[in-house]
């Protein structure tokens, strides 16, 4: 269990320096919009094109990939169910809390778990890939739509391959299931690009917490109340349902599958928000209260399965 709170520790303590430099106002008022778009266009696509480059291909496509993406969709159907249907919240605020309820902090805090509590780094892989390569266009499309007004089936078709993030991570898809070998000082700077991709982005998070407050009046607090019980209560039992009765998974592999679905949100998902200017505060809040609230989450299903 050190090592979940060794991952938890690392990232608040990151959190907590953007939050001191947002409240300073050391880089300016603003500084953290500038940012989150650095990670969203520059950052990201360099740091998703090595993770996935030095991925396993056995890993990527195991039957992990496979219960991950039914938990994930069922999380996503809860919250769409409550919020679009009975709620009637617009597409993008749909859109957005639907990510905060299934879309896991996979890499941040998922690869430090993987090391600290799985033992391998590669179990996070086919979590990201499913993320960026199937629900990162979906969502970025439907955001697209909901904030851009008219748009055609070529638009839809085109969004994903225009995406920097989604092209960062086909690119890496590609070295890794050729197994294309680029030699080490060419990919050096991608490394050192993309390694600053997770520390700015926990940076951008924590100035934006600076001046407001959680669960404040306005901030759609019965759609992050919602994404935050789907996140953390849902989709890890929904995951032990599907993996141990539906593929009859057990052991590490089992534990591996509900430790990834406990994740808290991901900060892309608060990346995307700022981006799309819709459904940030839900974003934000979400996140904040997921990643407290995932360490007992993890410390539960640690205690139950491994």
């Known amino acids: 269990m050190s090592g979940v709170l060794t991952g938890f520790g ?5 959190i907590a320096i953007g939050y001191i430099v ?4 050391l880089l300016g008022q603003h500084a953290q919009p500038v ?3 650095t990670v969203f266009f520059v950052l990201s696509p360099f740091l998703l094109f090595t993770v996935l480059a030095d991925a396993e291909v056995e890993r990527l496509f195991s039957p992990l990939l496979v219960v991950s993406l039914l938990a994930a969709v069922a999380a996503f159907a809860m919250f769409l169910v409550v919020a679009a249907v009975f709620w009637r919240r617009k597409l993008p605020e749909a859109t957005i809390g639907a990510l905060s309820s299934g879309y896991v902090n996979a890499n941040n805090i998922g690869i430090p778990v993987s090391v600290y509590v799985l033992g391998d780094a590669a179990y996070s892989a086919p979590v990201v890939l499913l993320q960026l390569l199937v629900f990162a266009p979906i969502a970025l499309t439907l955001l697209d739509i909901g904030t851009g007004g008219k748009t055609s089936v070529g638009r839809i078709l085109r969004q994903p391959f225009r995406n920097p993030i989604i092209i960062g991570s086909l690119l890496g898809l590609v070295v890794s ?4 070998h680029i030699p080490a ?3 050096e700077p991608f490394r050192l690009i993309g390694a600053a991709a997770v520390p700015m982005m926990l940076i951008s998070y924590g100035m934006s917490l600076h001046g407001t407050r959680i669960l404040e009046p306005g901030g759609s607090r019965r759609d992050v109340v919602l994404a935050t019980a789907v996140k953390l209560a849902f989709m890890p039992v929904a995951a032990w349902l599907i993996g141990k009765f539906g593929f ?13 679905a406990g994740l808290p949100t991901a900060q892309n998902v608060f990346n995307y928000a700022q981006r799309y200017d819709r459904g940030v505060l839900l974003a ?4 904040l209260l997921t990643t407290v609230g995932s360490v007992g989450v993890l410390l539960v299903a640690s205690l139950l399965l491994h």
Do not use: C
């Not at 690392?10 to 990151?14: E, F």
């Not at 947002?22 to 106002?25: E, P």
């Not at 299931?177 to 294309?180: P, R, S, Y």
């Open 22 to 25: 947002g409240r300073s106002g």
């Open 35 to 37: 940012i989150a778009r």
């Open 177 to 180: 299931v050729t197994g294309i």
């Open 185 to 187: 000082p060419v990919m």
């Open 248 to 260: 009859g998974i057990t052991g590490t592999e089992l534990f591996a599958i509900v430790v990834l």
């Open 10 to 14: 690392v990232i608040g303590a990151i």
């Open 284 to 287: 934000r809040d979400t996140v």
